[in-house]
């Protein structure tokens, strides 16, 4: 059976998929207009300086207006994407059910976008895709065709991340401390055992620990 893609949950209205990671973004932005052209959206593509165009397929262009003026944006789209603009407008007057602005980093200022965080997890081939502003994350990996979520890890691993991924909804953030004492009474292990899951679980980027504290990737 075929993984669902990640876009079809969060691709609606506004949003903002920000990352210092270009090759990613742009990639991410390929992504999206494929979702988008299978929802049978018309999509025009603002790419000021061309960064998304060079890359995209060839069938795209049959398919998406590229183009690299606001005065041509809004020409029957349904569904618009901004590629990296040289200024952020927060109104691009467009009647769009869509609008997708893909950006080097988050742009606190624009009201009414949702907006993400992209950033590759180290040593691996997947990212961590962030809600700004809410407490936790997707770890996702970016195939030909779709974003897909990672499953979390089996097992006693896979419980103690649903644990801790569980805590920081709950408190907003968790010491590791605070954490081994969470594991080792919810999975009645011992707390030398519990540390011992806790290490696994950072050592396979599933969390991190910054300054004494948990927090995802």
Do not use: W
């Not at 195939?143 to 691993?157: F, I, R, Y």
Request: net charge positive; hydrophobic share 45%.
């Amino acid at each position: 059976m075929s993984k669902s893609d990640l876009l079809d949950e969060l691709v609606h209205g506004q949003v903002v998929f920000a990352s210092r990671n270009i090759n990613a973004l742009i990639k991410l932005g390929i992504l999206v207009i494929k979702n988008l052209l299978k929802r049978n959206l018309r999509v025009v593509v603002l790419d000021e300086k061309g960064l998304l165009s060079r890359f995209a397929p060839v069938e795209f262009f049959d398919k998406v207006a590229f183009v690299k003026s606001l005065d041509e944006i809004c020409v029957q789209s349904e569904a618009l994407i901004v590629v990296v603009p040289s200024s952020l407008k927060r109104d691009y007057k467009c009647d769009s059910k869509v609008t997708v602005l893909l950006l080097k980093s988050p742009a606190r200022s624009l009201r009414g976008f949702k907006q993400y965080y992209l950033q590759r997890i180290p040593g691996t081939s997947d990212y961590i895709l962030k809600p700004i502003g809410e407490v936790g994350a997707f770890r996702v990996r970016l195939t030909e065709s779709s974003v897909e979520e990672v499953p979390g890890p089996e097992g006693v691993l896979g419980r103690a991340y649903t644990i801790i991924k569980e805590s920081l909804f709950t408190y907003g953030e968790i010491t590791v401390k605070d954490a081994v004492r969470i594991i080792s009474k919810e999975l009645g292990l011992d707390k030398a055992e519990a540390r011992k899951v806790l290490l696994n679980l950072a050592r396979k980027r599933y969390i991190a620990v910054v300054s004494g504290r948990i927090t995802l990737p």
